[in-house]
């Protein structure tokens, strides 16, 4: 089956600073791959997504990245502020299955003011 | 609210007892995932439901836990003889048929 593992397991940037995270995914199958913010004590918050067929996509400071061939993505947050600071989870699914998400261990993301 | 909503938010229970939780999906949505989350760890996948037909379940969900989505709408997972280890956050999570899952808030379960 699949796995994701994602790494850093925590990051610290400053505020106003660039946070990249990468994840690396196991089954080629997989063609689509969500973002998720969790907040403390709150439910996980799709913030952005990929399918397989975009090599990038960007929405406002945030964007994401895939290379297919060597099975990584990662997420890119341009200009951080504190209340970027959360947990990121990355995921990986076979979009045309729509069953369950396999989930990376999570980044911790620090911005320092 | 129109998002997924979970109740309780909070549980705390002995060891041995049994305990029910429900998720109310968003209304479209025809399918509801259960997922469950322990410290510093993703959410790990249990059961998924299409309408009312429960499609896969995971290993980790042993003969201890059932879950049920009776009429295709909202979702009860129930925890038999809870054991210490069962302590987690059970997320529920809702799709259409081909879709983008969004979370409820959690059902955060204490055994003590």
């Known amino acids: 089956g699949e796995n994701v593992e994602q790494h850093p397991s925590t990051l610290s940037v400053q505020e106003g600073d660039s946070a990249v995270i990468k994840c690396t995914y196991s089954d080629s199958a997989s063609n689509y791959f969500p973002w998720y913010k969790q907040e403390l004590g709150k439910r996980p918050q799709l913030i952005i997504d990929?399918?397989?067929?975009?090599g990038e996509k960007k929405d406002q400071r945030i964007a994401v990245t895939l290379n297919k061939t060597a099975k990584h993505f990662s997420l890119h947050i341009t200009e951080t502020q504190p209340e970027d600071s959360a947990v990121y989870f990355c995921?990986?699914?076979?979009?045309?299955?729509?069953?369950?998400?396999?989930f990376g261990a999570g980044t911790i993301l620090r911005v320092k003011s | 609210d129109t998002g997924v909503s979970q109740d309780p938010r909070h549980k705390i229970t002995k060891r041995g007892q049994n305990v029910t939780f429900r998720c109310d999906p968003i209304?479209?949505?025809?399918?509801l995932y259960w997922y469950r989350q322990t410290l510093g760890q993703g959410p790990e996948f249990l059961t998924y439901f299409q309408n009312e037909a429960q499609l896969e379940k995971s290993r980790l969900l042993s003969d201890r836990f059932s879950a049920e989505r009776p009429k295709g709408s909202f979702s009860t997972l129930e925890i038999q003889r809870t054991e210490q280890g069962d302590s987690a956050m059970y997320l529920c999570?809702?799709?259409?048929?081909?879709?983008?899952?969004?979370f409820g808030p959690g059902t955060r379960l204490t055994v003590t």
């Open positions: 995921a990986a699914i076979i979009w045309e299955y729509g069953n369950k998400l396999v």
């Open positions: 999570a809702s799709s259409p048929h081909l879709g983008e899952q969004y």
């Open positions: 990929i399918r397989s067929n975009v």
């Open positions: 209304s479209e949505h025809n399918r």
